[in-house]
């Protein structure tokens, strides 16, 4: 766990992204590139990322398999070219994390922390971290936007066996925010990588009843205060960040594929901020 600080503009965007699986076959390379463009189309965009940019799937674990159009399944090389595809969007870089795949060969080194990290010169963040986000309050000194909790994630897929399509996706998004909202109590923004899947949770708009000493009200519940001290769980966002590993690869087979998974949805999550509030986070799909 980190604790990192981040001054940001009063109006920008922070793109929440990972599990992009550097070396493996079926990467979504084309996703990677219209990342790094929308990045650099405007100068108040910055990046997170969730951890596994690297596959580090070595020739003695199960889940490997040669392919001639393997591009380099050697994980230090991947951590190298990794350093390569995303120093043009390095400046804009909040925090890196840690993941599962990299941690697999812990033994040898942390290739995020040690090289990836290092090459970018972009923060740290272990496995997980809270990013505190200030701004300039107009006096020389800096207001609190709000902090983020962000984790590489645990704990294996978040499913739902539910027949009906709307009930699925409800059910996944209650066990995206039971996984996030112990993990802390103090940050608006809850997200978490490692499942692949494209999740979001916004505040509860809840109806509340009120009365203001002459007659009876209703008011909704909606978002917390960003710069709270404690803010209620229903009051967050909740996220999950998505992944850039297609299923399927033409000529080729992965090994999402020989597991048998089921088709996921290829994206991130985009932090919108105006204002110095926080709008929205956003699923976009590639």
């Not at 604790?3 to 920008?12: D, F, G, H, M």
């Not at 409800?170 to 039971?178: H, S, V």
């Amino acid at each position: 766990m980190k604790l990192l600080e981040k001054k940001i503009p009063s109006t920008c965007q922070i793109v929440l992204w990972g599990d992009s699986h550097e070396g493996n076959i079926a990467k979504h390379d084309k996703g990677v590139e219209k990342i790094k463009e929308w990045i650099l189309a405007k100068r108040n965009r910055y990046w997170v990322h969730m951890g596994d940019e690297c596959d580090s799937i070595t020739t003695d674990d199960k889940r490997y398999a040669f392919d001639p159009k393997q591009r380099d399944p050697i994980p230090l090389q991947q951590s190298r070219n990794v350093v390569k595809e995303l120093r043009p969007i390095a400046g804009r870089g909040i925090v890196m994390l840690n993941g599962n795949h990299n941690q697999k060969l812990a033994r040898f080194g942390n290739l995020t922390r040690d090289i990836v990290c290092e090459g970018l010169k972009v923060p740290y963040g272990t496995w997980s971290c809270k990013v505190r986000l200030v701004t300039s309050d107009g006096e020389g000194g800096v207001r609190q936007v709000c902090k983020m909790f962000l984790t590489h994630g645990v704990g294996g897929t978040i499913k739902s066996n539910a027949k009906d399509e709307e009930q699925r996706r409800a059910n996944m998004k209650a066990a995206l925010k039971r996984k996030l909202v112990k993990k802390a109590a103090d940050c608006l923004i809850m997200a978490m990588g490692h499942t692949h899947l494209l999740l979001r949770v916004p505040p509860a708009n809840r109806l509340l009843v009120v009365d203001d000493g002459e007659e009876i009200q209703q008011k909704y519940l909606g978002q917390g205060d960003g710069a709270a001290p404690y803010i209620e769980p229903d009051c967050r966002w909740y996220a999950n960040t998505g992944s850039l590993l297609k299923l399927y690869q033409m000529e080729s087979e992965t090994y999402a594929e020989r597991a048998g998974y089921d088709p996921i949805e290829l994206g991130y999550i985009v932090v919108d901020i105006k204002g110095g509030v926080v709008q929205d986070l956003m699923e976009v799909r590639l």
